[in-house]
T-cell receptor
Framework: AQTVTQSQPEMSVQEAETVTLSCTYD???????LFWYKQPPSRQMILVIR??????QNATENRFSVNFQKAAKSFSLKISDSQLGDTAMYFC????????????FGQGTRLTINP | DSGVTQTPKHLITATGQRVTLRCSPR?????VYWYQQSLDQGLQFLIQ???????AKGNILERFSAQQFPDLHSELNLSSLELGDSALYFC?????????????FGPGTRLTVT
């Protein structure tokens, strides 16, 4: 079974700073997908970024980028020029490439951006 | 707005009761997923339907059941409710049943069992 671990329950940074959220996972699969979801106080789950394991290039979406280290089974999220609206819970998630298309989530990191 | 709708937004009921949560996927999406978010268990996958058929099952209790109708909306039925069933229940949809399709989440239904 796959597991996802987020070792930072809470983080706090000042507005405009850069912050990195950590995620590690365990799987015997060779091909899979990794995601970061954001859950603001509204509780809506919002997809932030996606990485396909067979792609070596790290995914980037505007101020959000990932550092995907397949051998280390590590998938961190970097938020540049952080904004107050980035305050949210962030969940790392894993999905197998084939078979059951379920997302396996980590426990989340609560990120607070301070003015 | 993800395009996925869920009703009701909030539900308060008593132990032993039965409730139905409803989900309408994004237009054109064939796959529907149900997830439960609780304080002690975190976010857990319950079940997936694809074009009316059950595709995958996760940690779904026997007291819970789901179905997807011909118009592709889905319902999650929770019966013999217990205090521990209090949680936020999310529905998500994707275009296909395969991983390359992102899952888009609805706003959730908050269930409180008293």
């Amino acid at each position: 079974a796959q597991t996802v671990t987020q070792s930072q329950p809470e983080m706090s940074v000042q507005e405009a700073e850069t912050v990195t959220l950590s995620c590690t996972y365990d799987t015997s699969e060779s091909n899979y997908y990794l995601f970061w979801y954001k859950q603001p106080p509204s509780r809506q789950m919002i997809l932030v970024i996606r990485q396909e394991a067979y792609k070596q290039q790290n995914a980037t979406e505007n101020r959000f980028s990932v550092n995907f280290q397949k051998a280390a089974k590590s998938f961190s999220l970097k938020i540049s020029d952080s904004q107050l609206g980035d305050t949210a819970m962030y969940f790392c998630a894993f999905m197998k490439h084939t078979g059951a298309q379920k997302l396996v989530f980590g426990q989340g990191t609560r990120l607070t951006i301070n003015p | 707005d993800s395009g996925v709708t869920q009703t009701p937004k909030h539900l308060i009921t008593a132990t032993g009761q039965r409730v139905t949560l409803r989900c309408s996927p994004r237009s054109g999406d064939l796959s529907v997923y149900w997830y439960q978010q609780s304080l002690d268990q975190g976010l857990q996958f319950l079940i997936q339907y694809y074009n009316g058929e059950e595709r995958a099952k996760g940690n779904i209790l026997e007291r819970f059941s789901a179905q997807q109708f011909p118009d592709l909306h889905s319902e999650l039925n929770l019966s013999s409710l217990e205090l521990g069933d209090s949680a936020l229940y999310f529905c998500a949809s994707s275009a296909s049943g395969q991983g390359r399709s992102e899952q888009y989440f609805g706003p959730g239904t908050r269930l409180t069992v008293t």
